[in-house]
């Protein structure tokens, strides 16, 4: 008898998503993935934390939008920030561009992360936070909530402060079509 | 990867007492041998775990545990986590006093990735930021915290689909 064929660790969606069978996704009626975003074991994405409104109002229901060719280290959380907001409290959805890499263990709670970011192990993404286009975030980086982190930046620290810029050619060394195919 | 063997100790289901209010994922994890108390209008996110195995743990009431957080008490004596403390993403938890890594009834506040050492005592209203900055709070806005909290445990009764009855015994 042939041996019990495996299955692999990743499950392949139609729009090249691979997604750790050992991740843990909740909500994923709220979840948007772009395409060709890699999911590894143990990531944790919260898409129940949905808006809530009172009822008869129209929600958008999307938790969280990740663009295309993300990564999503081992262990790392994605989770809605909340807030409250005229006495109610409510979570606020996420939105993540392309070409962002999440760190190993790294907690994001952004409200927004614009495309080429670069986040390392062990970083903490405050609530609100709101990275734009080419920054690289260095292992261990606690970034406070709500703060603005501006373009070609390199942010280090606890608080995470900009502590110096990257050159316009950042770009290239931020895409991650590469590690996408190695996987 | 080859699946990892299972322990023999998370497979006990730990004696608990939980309030009839209270909101926990079916996903929680709740394991050992002492007993486990919930207060009334506590929140258990998915996959937060709590590991009795080496003492009880006490958790007040008006707490949110995070998911993915760590509740074991070291010893017999046991771990008390105060009314009002949210205990956030990824935090470990081994102290007794509801050290969490958020705020706790003494009315702490410990900042992301900070860690309290063994044996050590944090006194009321302190805040501990940073590379281990500390800090005393003396804003007074513990009423208005509080009223920010409760609201938000009730939004996350709505969000949170409750299954008390999978830990009851």
């Not at chain 2, 709740?30 to 258990?44: D, E, M, Q, R, S």
């Given at each position: ?10 499950i ?7 997604v ?29 934390l ?18 295309r060719?993300?990564?999503?280290s ?8 909340g807030r ?21 263990g ?8 614009g495309s ?6 062990d970083?903490?993404?405050g609530?609100?936070a709101i990275?734009?286009d ?21 942010v ?14 950042a770009?290239e ?11 | ?7 023999s100790?998370?497979?006990t289901?730990?004696?608990t007492?939980?309030?009839?209010s ?13 007993p486990i108390?919930i207060?009334?209008?506590?929140v258990i ?11 009880p ?36 938890v ?20 900070t ?21 005393i709070?003396a804003s ?5 915290r509080?009223?920010?909290l ?8 709505i969000?949170?689909?409750s ?5 009851m015994?």
């Amino acid at each position: 008898m042939p041996p019990k064929q495996t299955k692999g660790e990743y499950i392949e969606t139609d729009t090249g998503n691979k997604v750790s069978r050992k991740s843990v996704i909740l909500g994923s009626q709220n979840i948007i993935l772009g395409g060709k975003t890699v999911i590894q074991a143990d990531c944790t994405i919260r898409g129940d934390l949905r808006r809530t409104v009172a009822p008869g109002q129209h929600s958008g229901n999307v938790a969280i939008a990740v663009g295309r060719y993300c990564f999503l280290s081992r262990s790392s959380v994605l989770r809605p920030p909340g807030r409250t907001h005229q006495k109610t409290f409510s979570y606020y959805p996420m939105k993540i561009g392309d070409h962002v890499f999440v760190g190993e263990g790294s907690v994001v709670e952004a409200a927004l992360i614009g495309s080429y970011v670069h986040i390392a192990k062990d970083c903490v993404i405050g609530k609100f936070a709101i990275i734009k286009d080419c920054v690289r975030i260095e292992e261990g980086t606690v970034i406070a909530p709500n703060t603005v982190i501006p373009s070609f930046s390199l942010v280090s620290g606890r608080p995470g402060v900009v502590i110096d810029e990257l050159p316009e050619t950042a770009q290239e060394g931020l895409e991650l079509k590469n590690i996408y195919r190695m996987i | 990867m080859p699946p990892k063997p299972r322990t023999s100790e998370a497979v006990t289901k730990p004696p608990t007492i939980l309030a009839s209010s209270i909101v926990i994922a079916e996903t929680a994890a709740l394991t050992g041998t002492f007993p486990i108390k919930i207060g009334a209008n506590t929140v258990i996110h998915p996959r937060a775990k709590l590991t009795s195995a080496h003492g009880p743990i006490t958790i007040g009431e008006y707490c949110i545990i995070c998911e993915r957080t760590q509740i074991s008490p070291p010893d017999a004596e046991g771990l008390v986590i105060g009314d009002g403390t949210v205990v956030e993403v990824n935090a470990l938890v081994e102290g007794s006093v509801g050290a969490g890594s958020v705020v706790e009834v003494g009315n702490c506040k410990l900042g992301p990735l900070t860690k309290v050492l063994e044996g050590e005592v944090i006194e009321d209203n302190t805040v501990i930021f940073g590379s281990g900055q500390r800090r005393i709070d003396a804003s007074g806005t513990m009423d208005a915290r509080r009223r920010l909290l409760e609201r938000h445990i009730e939004s996350l009764r709505i969000l949170i689909p409750s299954n008390p009855s999978k830990f009851m015994n």
